[in-house]
């Protein structure tokens, strides 16, 4: 008997592992692409935007409303919740970003946390700004 259970316990345990992968494989593969963001909001406060960002491989090209063009690396942490995607610039000895998203088929909602924070939820609460993106077809 405490042999099946030991044994469960590691099932139970690689799954879980098995489960984490696949979501990560999974938002990996749909985050690919165009997202075109459409409002952002903090505390209540919303405005709609016309960021672009592109997802290729594991770099993300983020351009602003003036048109300039800033590229990242970046890979996904689907460990957690929220799950964070974790940019880094790519000036040297820079920092890693952590921000929270959310993937639901062609919406993005993108969670940056004012600096030095970790987004806690997707939401635009605590001084968080969230970003709603649509997929650009």
Same mark, same amino acid.
């Given at each position: 008997?405490?042999?099946?259970?030991?044994?469960?316990?590691?099932?139970?345990?690689?799954?879980?592992? =098995?489960?984490?992968?696949?979501?990560?494989?999974?938002?990996?593969?749909?985050?690919?692409?165009?997202?075109?963001?459409? @409002?952002?909001?903090?505390?209540?406060?919303?405005?709609? =935007?016309?960021?672009?960002?592109?997802?290729?491989?594991?770099?993300? @090209?983020?351009?602003?409303?003036?048109?300039?063009?800033?590229?990242?690396?970046?890979?996904?942490?689907?460990?957690?919740?929220?799950?964070?995607?974790?940019?880094?610039?790519?000036?040297?000895?820079?920092?890693?970003?952590?921000?929270?998203?959310?993937?639901?088929?062609?919406?993005?909602?993108?969670?940056?946390?004012?600096?030095?924070?970790?987004?806690?939820?997707?939401?635009?609460?605590?001084?968080?700004?969230?970003?709603?993106?649509?997929?650009?077809?």
């Amino acid at each position: 008997m405490k042999f099946f259970l030991i044994l469960l316990g590691l099932v139970c345990a690689r799954s879980c592992g =098995v489960t984490s992968d696949a979501a990560k494989l999974t938002d990996q593969v749909n985050i690919q692409g165009t997202w075109l963001a459409q @409002t952002e909001s903090q505390n209540s406060i919303k405005k709609n =935007v016309t960021y672009v960002y592109v997802f290729s491989g594991d770099k993300v @090209t983020f351009t602003d409303e003036t048109g300039k063009e800033m590229k990242y690396s970046f890979k996904l942490d689907t460990t957690g919740n929220p799950r964070l995607l974790i940019i880094q610039p790519a000036e040297a000895n820079s920092t890693p970003v952590s921000v929270a998203y959310e993937l639901n088929g062609d919406s993005l909602k993108i969670v940056v946390a004012p600096a030095g924070l970790r987004p806690a939820a997707i939401s635009d609460k605590n001084d968080q700004e969230l970003i709603i993106c649509k997929r650009k077809v």
